[in-house]
């Protein structure tokens, strides 16, 4: 728990090729010898490295990690970029050794986002993320937060990286890859993810996955 939303500490080894699809959240990960910011994606990111590799990183959720680092989310998206190319100072170089030599480094990930000044979420972020997810249009979304559709959409971009729209079609891919692990046909998973049709589910998972549906969720 870091500052309030949940951020999950995840490891990985290189096996051999591998896709990673949009998920709304950011990262950080020590890769070799250094931290990586993983931004907001919008397309699939191929992951390719050596067999054996081994990765662990600090998953945020959608909208927490640009605070964190001081950085618009909008800055870092589709990318890979070096944690100390986005926050340059004494402090954040000093954060990358102790990962990089570290037993337990998800350990000291969660120490550097509970210790920053910034890991405060604040419940405007949480509800725009919420209404989202279950489905709520744009429209009404900004009047809960008590915006504009204009300001929603900038704050989306600083916050998630990208529109409400956005943010609301990939966690809606994720609710369907969800809702396939339990079994329901194609059409019903389209239905309770809130899809228009089965056609429509398709269409958006080659859009913001690059595969089938179905190869998604037989790989």
């Known amino acids: 728990m870091v500052g309030g939303p949940d951020a999950v500490v995840w490891q990985a080894t290189i096996t051999g090729?591998?896709?990673?699809l949009p998920d709304g959240c950011m990262d950080l990960i020590r890769a070799g010898g250094e931290i990586v910011v993983a931004g907001p994606d919008t397309r699939p990111y191929e992951v390719h490295g050596n067999v054996g590799d081994r990765y662990v990183g600090l998953r945020f959720p959608p909208g927490f990690l640009p605070d964190l680092l001081g950085v618009p989310a909008a800055e870092l998206r589709d990318t890979l970029v070096?944690?100390?190319?986005?926050?340059?100072?004494?402090?954040?170089?000093?954060?990358?050794?102790?990962?990089?030599?570290?037993?337990?480094?998800?350990?000291?990930?969660?120490s550097f986002a509970l210790s920053h000044p910034n890991a405060i979420q604040d419940s405007r972020t949480t509800a725009i993320v919420g209404l989202l997810r279950g489905g709520a249009s744009v429209s009404t979304v900004a009047d809960h937060v008590n915006l504009g559709e204009r300001q929603l959409h900038r704050l989306s971009l600083r916050r998630f990286g990208y529109g409400p729209k956005t943010l609301a079609r990939i966690l809606r891919l994720r609710a369907a890859l969800r809702l396939a692990e339990s079994g329901l046909a194609g059409a019903e998973i389209a239905a309770h993810a809130g899809y228009a049709d089965q056609a429509h589910l398709i269409?958006?998972?080659?859009?913001?996955?690059?595969?089938s549906f179905t190869a998604l969720v037989t790989s």
């Open 82 to 110: 070096p944690l100390t190319e986005v926050v340059g100072d004494d402090r954040t170089r000093a954060f990358v050794e102790r990962v990089v030599e570290a037993a337990d480094p998800g350990r000291v990930l969660e």
């Open 17 to 20: 090729s591998g896709r990673v």
């Open 203 to 211: 269409r958006e998972t080659r859009d913001l996955a690059g595969a």
